[in-house]
């Protein structure tokens, strides 16, 4: 989107011709612009320019750009959609470890393999949404041997999730004075893998309390992940998958005994099975990505994990590539940076545990609760409280969408809080003044205009107006929701500045009608727009 003295669109191409035909780029710019202005689509532009170095610059003439404000009018919460993809994309995200609380850690993957899957469902897509959480391995071995020494049935029926955590802590910081411990943990989970009742009665308890407690957290942030198949789901394929990648030769067997595979060009074979016959994350894993792409007949399998992941899913994918489970290009990593505590450190934890992502969102919920008290303190209490949670889950998931993902991003209330900043809750307060002036108006659906009555600033809302299309498709291909919420943060500040600057309704009838229409459709492409971010408009603050 180029800046508006450039035109409503702005192409570089010239630079690259005039290396291939040895002339200057103004010059080849020059002689595209004619052939442009002559060409049967010059009908949609006001004004095609050649400007130095070489740019070429289109201004779309104005009922061009009214035709979109009634477009926009008429197709309401379907606009935006560009209609560029088919086919079935498998996103997995946040993914947690069970036996614990969902942590601060786990919000970057949950909230923008959320707005990944909003996004490319917006655009034509079957996007399967996947959790694969971590509930097989010696760390269940360890929890289930501490259970038996010192788990209480009282304190494990009041707070589960709380519960499991203490005896796991425990039972690792035991096991430090006593390794003999360790070798205890290990028998326990042998003998979950070969099926003992207890300990997979005891596993299955602790599992069915972890996904509740994921499920209550999921909701109150607002995302639904509609399929969780976790690692243990594949323990009977891995010995067969074992046997089969070194029947085909792609693994062998090294001098320890253990099973790997030599990836092309990579010093670090991979291991898929121990020395001692135990499997590892990885083979789970390989066997997974034959799974989904079997099962939803997938032609991409997307990974929203952190950059800490590349080189191990570098990995993992090469493996399934070689066993031919995968083709090339079927397997894409999302990465992301870190969430930096204030002052950009490392998120402080309490007593050597994680934070749980609960009390940031709790803590965020009751900062916005002092924000709705200044704003409007007539609201009844429950009014206050439902404005609250939405603007402070708004507030998080903004703040980290907003960004470069890849980048490490310092956690800031301030910044995430303000009404005046680039925060959804200054994106939320534009939107219900918006509705508040339409409320006033009485307006309804508003299909017919006169835009001759419009005046530049108008029309500079309306020349933003017509990228959003290109912003989803951006955000949607390049699996980058911050483009979004760039264009979203330029219209409102369009809005605003309309807004405090330009009567709308002591305006005379026609120019109101067609301001109030300008009004709705810029309404509703920022709804549209915090909706696939996930984050809940609200109609007065």
Known sequence: M????????????????AKIEGKSPLA??????VKIRTSKEAGIFEKVEAVPPGFINFFLKKEVLAGNLKEILKKREKFGQAFSGGGTIVVEYSSPNIAKPLGVHHLRSTIIGQAIVNLLRFIGYKAV?????????????????????????????????????????????????????????RQEFKKLEEGNRE???????????????????????????????????????????????????????????????????????????????????????????????????????????????????EQVFRSAELLGYAKSGQLKHVKFGMMLGPGGKKFATREGRLIPLEDVLNEAIERSLKVVEQLNPNLSVREKGKIARAVGIGAVKFFDLSQNRQSDIVFDWDKMLNLKGASAPYLQYTYARLKSILRKAGVGRVLSIKYQVLGEKEFGILGHLIHFPEAVENSASRYE?????????????????????TPVLKAEKELKEARLALIQAVAIVIKNGLNLLGIEVLERM
């Open 2 to 17: 180029p800046e508006e003295r450039f035109g409503h669109y702005s192409t570089n191409a010239a630079f690259e011709l």
């Open 129 to 185: 949404s996947l959790s694969f959480p971590g509930d097989w391995g010696t760390q269940f071995g360890l929890l289930i041997a501490g259970y038996k020494r010192w788990g209480d049935l009282r304190k494990m029926r009041e707070n589960p999730i709380r519960e499991m955590l203490d005896l796991y802590v425990r039972f690792s910081e035991t096991a430090k004075e006593n390794p003999e411990l360790l070798e205890e943990g």
């Open 481 to 501: 929701p911050n483009h979004i919420a760039e264009y979203l943060l330029k219209l409102a500040e369009k809005a605003n500045a309309f807004y405090e600057t």
């Open 28 to 33: 080849v710019a020059e002689e595209l612009a």
């Open 199 to 313: 300990n997979k009665k005891l596993w299955k308890w602790f599992l069915g309390e972890s996904l509740r407690d994921f499920e209550r957290i999921y909701k109150l942030l607002g995302v639904k992940i509609e399929n969780t198949i976790g690692e243990s789901f594949y323990e009977l394929e891995l010995q067969p998958l074992i046997q089969d990648a070194l029947k085909r030769g792609v693994a062998q067997k090294g001098e320890d005994g253990a099973v790997i595979i030599s990836i092309p060009g990579s010093q670090t074979p991979e291991i898929i099975q121990k020395s001692d016959g135990a499997t590892i994350y990885t083979t789970r894993e390989v066997a997974a990505i034959r799974h989904r792409l079997k099962k939803w007949r997938a032609d991409k399998l997307v990974y929203v994990a952190a950059n800490q992941q590349t080189f191990h899913l």
